[in-house]
T-cell receptor
Framework: LAKTTQPISMDSYEGQEVNITCSHNNIATNDYITWYQQFPSQGPRFIIQGYKTKVTNEVASLFIPADRKSSTLSLPRVSLSDTAVYYCLVGDMEYSTLTFGKGTMLLVSP | NAGVTQTPKFQVLKTGQSMTLQCAQDMNHNSMYWYRQDPGMGLRLIYYSASEGTTDKGEVPNGYNVSRLNKREFSLRLESAAPSQTSVYFC???????????FGSGTRLTVV
């Protein structure tokens, strides 16, 4: 499974766009990139998943460059409720499991 | 929809006691998982069940056993609890490979 590296923490203010980058230099051809969000005292929640280029849903966008060695989760106009830990996961969809690292703690201030 | 339900939400055990954490999902998912999360750490996989009737070890299986009782239920048992097993335990399920996980709200376990 490809190892991922992401910042330990990030700070932002309400209304700003937040971009969290994840490095995965050893990503394999069959690997997908998935992001989860975790609030305190809750289990992680699936946000978005992609293979290449750009994926967008009602919550976030995921940008993946052509070499796929990194990816960027983009949260538009964050609010206080977006304060959470964000996890980047990389894995082959044929595998039964994914590995969660320590994630990025995003703190949104007024 | 209830999603993934874990019981109990909180538990305090004495060292050496045993207990079973229960997990049930109502989404007809094939795969189920048990993770633990320690302060400042990511989630670490304990055991998983890729489909009904199968179970496999994850990253940190020592001190735990699991039972996939049926397609809905996947329990985690601590036979002789140790302080090192103090953690928050999350159960998760998913329809299959290629799909996202759905997590329960967790069981906060303290072993004294």
């Amino acid at each position: 499974l490809a190892k991922t590296t992401q910042p330990i923490s990030m700070d932002s203010y309400e209304g700003q766009e937040v971009n969290i980058t994840c490095s995965h230099n050893n990503i394999a051809t069959n690997d997908y990139i998935t992001w989860y969000q975790q609030f305190p005292s809750q289990g992680p929640r699936f946000i978005i998943q992609g293979y290449k280029t750009k994926v967008t849903n009602e919550v976030a966008s995921l940008f993946i460059p052509a070499d796929r060695k990194s990816s960027t989760l983009s949260l538009p106009r964050v609010s206080l409720s977006d304060t959470a830990v964000y996890y980047c996961l990389v894995g082959d969809m044929e595998y039964s499991t994914l590995t969660f690292g320590k994630g990025t703690m995003l703190l949104v201030s007024p | 929809n209830a999603g993934v339900t874990q019981t109990p939400k909180f538990q305090v055990l004495k060292t050496g006691q045993s207990m079973t954490l229960q997990c049930a999902q109502d989404m007809n998912h094939n795969s189920m998982y048990w993770y633990r999360q320690d302060p400042g750490m990511g989630l670490r996989l304990i055991y998983y069940s890729a489909s009904e009737g199968t179970t496999d070890k994850g990253e940190v299986p020592n001190g735990y056993n699991v039972s996939r009782l049926n397609k809905r239920e996947f329990s985690l048992r601590l036979e002789s609890a140790a302080p090192s097993q103090t953690s928050v335990y999350f159960c998760a399920s998913r329809e299959g490979t290629g799909y996202g996980y759905t997590f329960g709200s967790g069981t906060r376990l303290t072993v004294v």
